[in-house]
């Protein structure tokens, strides 16, 4: 066991950089390390528009498809066509001919989205941790949520095994919080790669799944890094558990808490850590967050759903950090 580290889409986006935020150490934070001031890559609260696929360049590491569900699976199933059961005739049968037992709604398309109230994602990052993100889920066990966890690939390994089935069964899903936890917005493209490809591959192994989202450690971002990661970026509401944060060294719990309440919004992507130094005030923040955001009307999905019930691609923005994604249904 290790120890403790519109219809066009305007979405609110932030992109960190030289004169941005950190969100978390620039160590392993179960040894306590320091806030990182991050590198190149824009200001904070810049606002941008999504307009292509972020990290479309050949050769780019990862690979993401439209999310909707516990799978990082495709809206279309092979060759573009809507998915469906394996097996499963189309409308027309063999030779054009509807089948014999084909009703008058055969051929209908799929059902929009179900309509929905005000729709909240919690992700935690630099996990996992046998003890600590058993915490995390001990929580969202007790609240009967969903959440989604960005992965440290190095910190992924056997004895995580059992808090990775825990978190499946719950409905959470799996994202790159790259390789280790040092910043790459100035590391070169070849190092890029390797950190994201090795951990979506360590991701899939130990879970099943294809990672589709990158958190850039320390939220700090280069060009480069989008031009080369084929993946949509996602950073969030931030709830500063860390320590040397906003909320101070331990981090208290009414100030995570208050972040969250007091920023929260429709289509809200929350950004809390499962993995940090003890005392780590998270677990019992969200013993508030959760029942108070309920009583708002809020229902809380993972990452990957709250884009398909909002009908956005992910992909969909350049160059900037998902926070909020706006509900494209309405």
Known sequence: ????????????????????????????????????????????????????????????????SIPGGAGATSAAGAGGAPSGAAGAPSAAGAGGAPPADAGPDSAAPPPPPPPSGPLV????????????????????????????????????????????QRAIALGCTFENHSQGFASLNTADAATINTSINSTNTAILNATGQNAVFFRPP?????????????????????????????????????????????GVQDGTIILLHDVQPLPHPTPEALDTIIPTLKQRG???????????????????????????????ND
């Open 1 to 64: 066991m290790r120890h403790l580290a519109s219809r066009s889409i305007i979405a609110t986006a932030l992109v960190f950089g030289a004169l941005g935020c950190s969100d978390e150490s620039s160590d392993d934070p179960r040894t306590g390390g320091g806030p990182l001031t991050p590198g190149n890559g824009g200001s904070a609260g810049q606002t941008a528009t999504p307009g292509g696929s972020a990290g479309s360049s050949p050769g780019s590491a990862g690979q993401a």
């Open 121 to 164: 994602a919690l992700t935690f990052d630099d996990g996992p941790d046998a003890t600590a993100t058993a915490l995390v889920l001990d929580k969202l066990e007790a609240h009967g949520v969903p959440a989604s966890f960005f992965l440290i690939g190095q910190n992924i390994g056997p004895d995580d095994a059992a808090v990775i």
């Open 218 to 262: 320390n939220l700090a971002v280069s060009q480069l890094m989008h031009d080369t990661i084929n993946m949509p970026f996602a950073s969030g509401l931030l709830g500063n558990d860390f320590p040397g944060g906003s909320c101070g060294s331990p981090p208290s719990v009414q100030c995570v808490t208050n972040n969250i309440l007091n």
């Open 298 to 328: 809020f229902e809380f999905v993972n990452l990957r759903e709250l884009f398909a019930r909002r009908g956005v691609d992910p992909n969909s923005m350049e160059g900037g950090l998902w926070v909020t994604v706006p509900n494209n």
